[in-house]
């Protein structure tokens, strides 16, 4: 079965760091590139980060530069995305989602469902005091 699941989510204060994971089953990042995506109440899903394949190339929001970093683990099976300096802005509903057979060094930070086939349940981060 071919899935992404979330973890990691929590409560922070602002300034603190935290660290999501996102597992995959049935493929490896050698085959997908992954991106990670957060809704806040009220407002449109947006991208955060992505990372391609075999993790050859990273992106990430302008919001989150500087703080947020992507990586993949040395198995090709998880992604992290390690967050720190947070803000309550911050705060939302993280995703991660597959982009099977992307193409080799790319992948994108928009909210393209017909690229990014496969989402994750999501995990809750909020950031506050």
């Known amino acids: 079965q071919l899935q992404v699941v979330e973890s990691g989510g929590g409560l922070v204060e602002p300034g603190g760091s935290l660290r999501l994971s996102c597992e995959t089953s049935g493929f490896t990042l050698r085959s997908a590139a992954i991106g990670w995506f957060r809704q806040a109440p009220g407002k449109e899903r947006e991208g955060v980060s992505c990372?391609?394949?075999?993790?050859?190339?990273?992106k990430y929001a302008d919001s989150v530069k500087g703080r947020f970093t992507i990586s993949g683990d040395s198995a090709n099976t998880t992604v992290y995305l390690q967050m720190k300096s947070l803000k309550p802005e911050d705060t939302a509903i993280y995703y991660c989602a597959a982009e099977l057979w992307a193409s080799p060094g790319t992948c994108t930070i928009v909210v393209d469902k017909g690229r990014y086939a496969y989402w994750g349940q999501g995990t809750q981060v909020t950031v506050s005091s």
């Open positions: 990372i391609a394949r075999r993790g050859s190339s990273t």
